[in-house]
Nanobody, 122 residues
Framework: VQLQAYGGGLVQAGGSLRLSCAAS????????MGWFHQAPGKERDFVVA????????SYADSVKGRFTISRDNAKNTVYLQMNNLKPEDKGVYYC????????????????WGQGTLVTVSS
């Protein structure tokens, strides 16, 4: 299984970025997907999850109204649209896959990608 996250970069506060995560080696449409954020020196935190079909999503309070997750099962890819970025959003963003969807924050996913770095300048 391989999860390849990309799309990170440097952006000014208030700007936008779109992250992508391409999956291979697993039946993508049978896995829920999640995005997680790890700020420098801190633990990895849940950001958002999306169900297998994409009909259900769950967001951390800190990103509600600013971030949007979506998925394209035909392309085996999950996206994270990040708008109105804040300095506290900087860090490494990881995508992960799990055989179960849950609408609460957790980090015990089956498979993890390598992460993509987001830097937000104030």
């Amino acid at each position: 299984v391989q999860l390849q996250a990309y799309g990170g970069g440097l952006v000014q506060a208030g700007g936008s970025l779109r992250l992508s995560c391409a999956a291979s080696g697993l039946p993508f449409s049978s896995y829920s997907m999640g995005w997680f954020h790890q700020a420098p020196g801190k633990e990895r935190d849940f950001v958002v999850a999306i169900s297998m079909s994409g009909t259900m999503t769950s967001y951390a309070d800190s990103v509600k109204g600013r971030f949007t997750i979506s998925r394209d099962n035909a392309k085996n890819t999950v996206y994270l649209q990040m708008n109105n970025l804040k300095p506290e959003d900087k860090g490494v963003y990881y995508c992960a896959a799990d055989s179960i969807y849950s609408n609460y924050a957790r980090v015990n996913y089956d498979y993890w990608g390598q992460g993509t770095l987001v830097t937000v300048s104030s």
